[in-house]
């Protein structure tokens, strides 16, 4: 028996003398991640593993780098769980001045100055816009929208959100923007719109106004970021006309809240199926300055629809200006990309910063508030909601080729809540409109 135990106890010293054991990366607590992170060029990957830290007298929890085999491919994966390319940022693997070694590090950096990596997130958004906010019931009355952002992709095609064989198309879908991006989103939703004319009291037919019309859709988008860059494709599709429940929707509102029904329903716009493709751009001027402090930055955007209902051309900016300005792509209305955030993300800043001192981020540094104002002017070709049904005789009018906006607002982010209040005026759309219409749009999102 002795003979067996001191054989045992040589076998486990001999394992033990030949496994390589990998330098921490950081002795600071890390929080986990869900995979590991490869790097194709040098065959080495970050994995989740207990290292030991003299400095703090125990274990803690983070990221060590481990020598893959050279055998292993580029697109190292553990399980079902691909790993993620690394940047050329770097760690010392060591403190003394002999420690020349460094280990390549996630996208997310780990560095001493960067702070532990952020987790993927997904966000959830709710739109709701409508012209109560200025005590009128008219032209656009009405939309409300629910739109999932995915966490961030390595590529569209490694998602979990769709079956295998729609992902694999996915990524194969070229696009302008799609080639060498950052990091890539998928966002999915549905919603509504409501249009009315300006006197909704009227039961007859009112052929000089806007006619009534109810739109319900659903809409999937591809979105590719760089840092200072956003490209989304989308691909939106759903039901103009009395099943889009634009009537019930409006009036059911309108009894609950005890004022007057519309009476013209009767009159709306007919069935007709709905399908529109969108791709539109935005820049991120002046990223760098964006979620440290005060800062401001400007996002210009780009942007075409062709289907119907919509087929136009579009141009415009956004300026704002304040505290911990959110890393995204500009004030969330509803719009293609809107709510898509860059590929840093100011989870990762403000944790670097409660890295760096120790200590929790404080209150501050997790809220965000700031105010903007942007415009926009569109060359519209096609608006079923003014030029009436296109397969069969509905009401109508003469609109204009050219339509502006002017936008402002105020947003705020307190930890993973975020809430944006924007205040849209829209020019004249049609020959007879006696003016021009006030709106406002509420965007409430969480991420988690």
Same mark, same amino acid.
């Given at each position: 028996?002795?003979?067996?135990?001191?054989?045992?106890?040589?076998?486990?010293?001999?394992?033990?003398?030949?496994?390589?054991?990998?330098?921490?990366?950081?002795?600071?607590?890390?929080?986990?991640?869900?995979?590991?992170?490869?790097?194709?060029? #040098?065959?080495?990957?970050?994995?989740?593993?207990?290292?030991?830290?003299?400095?703090?007298? =125990? +274990?803690? !929890?983070?990221?060590?780098?481990?020598?893959?085999?050279?055998?292993?491919?580029?697109?190292?994966?553990?399980?079902?769980?691909?790993?993620?390319?690394?940047? $050329?940022?770097?760690?010392?693997?060591?403190?003394?001045?002999?420690?020349?070694?460094?280990?390549?590090?996630?996208?997310?950096?780990?560095?001493?100055?960067?702070?532990?990596?952020?987790?993927?997130?997904?966000?959830?958004?709710?739109?709701?816009?409508?012209?109560?906010?200025?005590?009128? $019931?008219?032209?656009?009355?009405?939309?409300?929208?629910?739109?999932?952002?995915?966490p961030d992709l390595h590529t569209l095609a490694e998602n979990d959100l769709l079956p295998?064989?729609?992902?694999?198309?996915?990524?194969?879908?070229?696009?302008?923007?799609?080639?060498?991006?950052?990091?890539?989103?998928?966002?999915?939703?549905?919603?509504?719109?409501?249009?009315?004319?300006?006197?909704?009291?009227?039961?007859?037919?009112?052929?000089?106004?806007?006619?009534?019309?109810?739109?319900?859709?659903?809409?999937?988008?591809? !979105?590719?970021?760089?840092?200072?860059?956003?490209?989304?494709?989308?691909?939106?599709?759903?039901?103009?006309?009395?099943?889009?429940? =634009?009537?019930?929707?409006?009036?059911?509102?309108? %009894?609950?809240?005890?004022?007057?029904?519309?009476?013209?329903?009767? !009159?709306?716009?007919?069935?007709?199926?709905?399908?529109?493709?969108?791709?539109?751009?935005?820049? %991120?001027?002046?990223?760098?300055?964006?979620?440290?402090?005060?800062?401001? $930055?400007?996002?210009? %955007?780009?942007?075409?629809?062709? =289907?119907?209902?919509?087929?136009?051309?579009?141009?415009? #900016?956004?300026?704002?200006? =304040?505290?911990?300005?959110?890393?995204?792509?500009?004030?969330?209305?509803?719009?293609?990309?809107?709510?898509?955030?860059?590929?840093?993300?100011?989870?990762?800043?403000?944790?670097? %910063?409660?890295?760096?001192?120790? #200590?929790?981020?404080?209150?501050?540094?997790?809220? #965000?508030?700031?105010?903007?104002?942007?415009?926009?002017?569109?060359?519209?070709?096609?608006?079923?909601?003014?030029?009436?049904?296109?397969?069969?005789?509905?009401?109508?009018?003469?609109?204009?080729?050219?339509?502006?906006?002017?936008?402002?607002?105020?947003?705020?982010?307190?930890? $993973?809540? +975020?809430?944006?209040?924007? +205040?849209?005026?829209?020019?004249?759309?049609? !020959?007879?409109?006696?003016?021009?219409?006030?709106?406002?749009?509420?965007?409430?999102?969480?991420?988690?």
């Amino acid at each position: 028996m002795r003979r067996i135990s001191l054989f045992a106890l040589a076998f486990l010293v001999v394992v033990a003398a030949n496994v390589p054991v990998a330098p921490a990366a950081s002795c600071s607590p890390a929080p986990q991640t869900d995979g590991d992170y490869g790097d194709a060029a #040098s065959g080495a990957y970050l994995e989740e593993a207990p290292a030991f830290c003299p400095l703090e007298g =125990g +274990h803690s !929890h983070g990221l060590r780098a481990v020598s893959a085999p050279k055998a292993q491919p580029a697109a190292y994966r553990t399980g079902t769980k691909a790993a993620r390319p690394l940047q $050329d940022t770097r760690v010392s693997s060591g403190s003394g001045p002999e420690s020349g070694a460094s280990a390549p590090l996630s996208p997310f950096s780990l560095s001493t100055e960067a702070g532990p990596p952020a987790k993927p997130a997904s966000t959830l958004l709710i739109y709701f816009e409508n012209d109560l906010f200025y005590n009128t $019931d008219r032209y656009y009355t009405n939309a409300v929208q629910a739109r999932y952002i995915s966490p961030d992709l390595h590529t569209l095609a490694e998602n979990d959100l769709l079956p295998d064989a729609i992902s694999r198309l996915l990524g194969d879908v070229p696009f302008p923007g799609s080639q060498n991006a950052m990091q890539y989103n998928i966002s999915l939703g549905a919603g509504q719109q409501i249009y009315t004319p300006r006197d909704t009291q009227i039961a007859e037919l009112q052929p000089d106004d806007r006619p009534y019309a109810g739109y319900l859709y659903g809409f999937l988008a591809l !979105h590719a970021k760089k840092r200072d860059r956003l490209d989304t494709l989308e691909l939106a599709a759903g039901i103009i006309g009395p099943s889009a429940l =634009g009537e019930q929707a409006q009036n059911e509102v309108h %009894r609950f809240r005890d004022i007057d029904t519309a009476k013209g329903w009767d !009159h709306q716009l007919s069935d007709e199926p709905a399908v529109m493709l969108s791709w539109a751009r935005t820049w %991120r001027l002046n990223a760098e300055a964006s979620e440290q402090g005060w800062g401001w $930055d400007v996002l210009p %955007r780009t942007g075409v629809n062709a =289907g119907i209902p919509f087929t136009q051309a579009c141009l415009g #900016s956004e300026v704002r200006l =304040g505290w911990n300005l959110p890393p995204d792509f500009g004030s969330s209305i509803i719009q293609p990309g809107s709510g898509i955030y860059a590929p840093t993300e100011s989870d990762e800043v403000m944790q670097a %910063r409660a890295f760096r001192r120790g #200590s929790e981020a404080s209150f501050m540094d997790r809220m #965000s508030l700031y105010v903007f104002a942007g415009a926009e002017g569109r060359a519209v070709a096609h608006n079923t909601f003014l030029d009436g049904n296109t397969w069969k005789d509905s009401p109508s009018v003469d609109k204009f080729p050219l339509v502006g906006e002017l936008r402002g607002g105020v947003g705020m982010r307190i930890y $993973d809540v +975020h809430l944006t209040y924007t +205040h849209v005026y829209r020019s004249k759309e049609f !020959h007879g409109q006696d003016r021009g219409q006030n709106f406002g749009s509420i965007t409430l999102g969480y991420t988690f």
